[in-house]
């Protein structure tokens, strides 16, 4: 493991960002922070301040360099989150089909605003569009869609996600 302020990085995220340096020409490595940041993402929920510094640091990058792609995405979470990451599409399909009150019956259930979380939930956004026009209004959980629904159809997701 590569060690960086008492925080690990594991053997096998750098195995993963080794091989895809080398896609890339000798010495030019910043093509490997968008990458980097989704494995440490992935294998912990989250990007504390460490990995950033971590990431920097075995990349031989400026820390500055990582805190700027890791905090402009919104792909990647900077602070704790819940276990399941709900997105709501609140596009034009899903608008007229009811998504604002299943994004309203999202909060009151969870008891969290959009952009909140709990230990199991995070309510991160409200999606301009997840493509499944055909199934408005829809949701995304974890990245998997579910599609026509309403508020017994959430009661129902959540239950199972409780219970699992």
């Known amino acids: ?13 750098i195995t993963k960002i080794n091989k ?4 890339f020409p000798d010495g030019k490595k910043k093509p490997a922070i968008i990458y980097s940041l989704h494995l440490i993402q992935k294998e912990n929920k989250y990007i504390k301040p460490e990995h950033v510094e971590a990431i920097a640091e075995y990349l031989s990058l400026n820390k500055m360099d990582v805190h ?10 900077t602070e704790k989150i819940g276990k399941h990451t709900i997105s709501v599409c609140t596009n034009v399909s899903c ?3 009811g998504s604002d009150e299943i994004l309203n019956h999202l909060e ?20 301009e569009c997840l493509a499944a026009c055909g199934g408005a209004p829809m949701m995304q959980v974890d990245h998997k869609y579910y599609e026509n629904l309403n508020k017994e159809k ?9 219970n699992d």
């Open 20 to 23: 895809w340096l080398q896609k």
């Open 1 to 13: 493991m590569y060690e960086n302020n008492n925080y690990n990085i594991s053997s096998e995220i």
């Open 154 to 162: 959430i009661d129902k997701i959540i239950e199972d996600i409780e």
């Open 68 to 77: 700027e792609v890791a905090s402009f995405y919104s792909m990647f979470e």
């Open 108 to 127: 009151k259930k969870l008891k969290i605003k959009v952009g909140e979380s709990t230990d199991m939930f995070f309510l991160k956004d409200e999606r």
């Open 95 to 97: 608008m007229l089909n």
